[in-house]
């Protein structure tokens, strides 16, 4: 939680994004009653799919009981950073108009990051809707379904988020002296595995994979915008929703968990640096939408 208010700190000096924002990064006080309301309601679906796993949690393999803890830790943060975008909405409509610039940078980062969670979330309950759903667990299969509705629901009702928001850097940011592992384990391992291994036939593999290992370019546009639908990783299929993290992790940082990934894949592979996560970020700057792997597999710029 730390490490997020220092990103939003070192966003808003730096100034990347730009200075002509106006109040439609903000709810209304209606708008955030509705979206209150439907976050309440996701929330509930939520608490009958834990209730309905944890009575048929023993039945179930290991790795899926771990993703299911993993879940609930990352609830826990996305709901920390729910409350503060709330919060920031409330400040708003109780103090009107009279809000600086950097108000209104902050609420632009917060939204992103905010949905930058909703999206992962999103993906979390689709995969293991498709997984109970081809295991014949039907309620379990329904629930999750439930979930990726509402959130898609919760998506629709945040403002900005179809804006795009430049890439986060601290201009001393050095990815060299960053902990990647610690790091690629904080941000990535609750879906992809603590050692980067996938989790059974439900999140792909990023040690050796050649989305990890290939261009340097592909990866960052994966870790930058996202990636959706089907992708082939190690000669197996794989299908769902990965989120960006371009709000959620500094340039320096980015690459640090690049660099892990690499160094655990092969020994010989070149590193990324904070200026290759710059250049690939200015290059797709525009750019709110999530990759598909055949856009990818272009050549890069």
């Known amino acids: 939680m730390l490490r997020m208010r220092v990103i939003?700190?070192?966003?808003?000096?730096?100034?990347?994004?730009?200075?002509?924002m106006n109040d439609s990064r903000y709810m209304s006080s209606g708008e955030l009653r509705q979206f209150e309301t439907a976050?309440?309601?996701?929330?509930?679906?939520?608490?009958?799919?834990?209730?309905?796993?944890?009575?048929?949690?023993?039945?179930?393999p290991q790795e899926v009981q771990v993703l299911y803890g993993d879940l609930q830790k990352m609830y826990e943060q996305m709901d920390?950073?729910?409350?503060?975008?709330?919060?920031?909405?409330?400040?708003?409509?109780?103090?009107?108009?009279?809000?600086m610039v950097s108000d209104k940078l902050r609420m632009h980062i917060q939204s992103h990051m905010v949905g930058e969670w909703?999206?992962?979330?999103?993906?979390?309950?689709?995969?293991l809707g498709n997984y109970h759903r081809d295991r014949n667990h039907p309620l379990l299969a329904k629930l999750n379904k439930e979930i990726v509705d509402a959130y898609a629901n919760i998506l629709d009702r945040i403002p900005g988020l179809d804006e795009a928001a430049d890439v986060p850097f601290n201009a001393q940011g050095n990815p060299s002296i960053l902990n990647g592992?610690?790091?690629?384990?904080?941000?990535?391992?609750?879906?992809?595995?603590?050692?980067?291994?996938?989790?059974?036939?439900?999140?792909?593999?990023?040690?050796?994979?050649?989305?990890?290992?290939?261009d340097k370019s592909t990866a960052l546009r994966i870790l930058l915008?996202?990636?959706?639908?089907?992708?082939?990783?190690?000669?197996?299929?794989?299908?769902?929703?990965?989120?960006?993290?371009?709000?959620?992790?500094?340039?320096?940082?980015?690459?640090?968990?690049?660099?892990?990934?690499?160094?655990?894949?092969?020994?010989?592979?070149?590193?990324?640096?904070q200026d290759d996560v710059i250049r690939i970020g200015k290059t797709y700057?525009?750019?709110?939408?999530?990759w598909h792997a055949d856009e990818l597999r272009k050549n890069s710029p």
């Open 39 to 60: 976050y309440s309601g996701m929330q509930e679906k939520y608490q009958s799919l834990i209730s309905e796993y944890q009575a048929k949690a023993d039945t179930l």
């Open 285 to 290: 700057g525009n750019r709110t939408s999530p």
């Open 181 to 214: 592992k610690r790091l690629y384990v904080q941000n990535c391992a609750s879906c992809h595995g603590g050692e980067g291994q996938g989790i059974a036939d439900i999140f792909p593999p990023l040690v050796n994979s050649e989305w990890v290992t290939g």
């Open 118 to 127: 909703y999206h992962q979330m999103k993906g979390m309950h689709q995969k």
């Open 80 to 99: 920390y950073n729910h409350q503060q975008m709330i919060a920031r909405n409330r400040a708003r409509n109780e103090q009107g108009d009279k809000k």
């Open 225 to 273: 915008n996202g990636l959706e639908g089907e992708v082939s990783v190690r000669e197996q299929t794989y299908s769902g929703y990965m989120p960006s993290f371009k709000a959620r992790l500094s340039a320096a940082e980015m690459a640090a968990i690049l660099n892990h990934l690499r160094t655990e894949s092969k020994d010989s592979l070149s590193v990324f640096t």
């Open 8 to 20: 939003i700190g070192s966003l808003l000096c730096i100034l990347l994004i730009s200075c002509g």
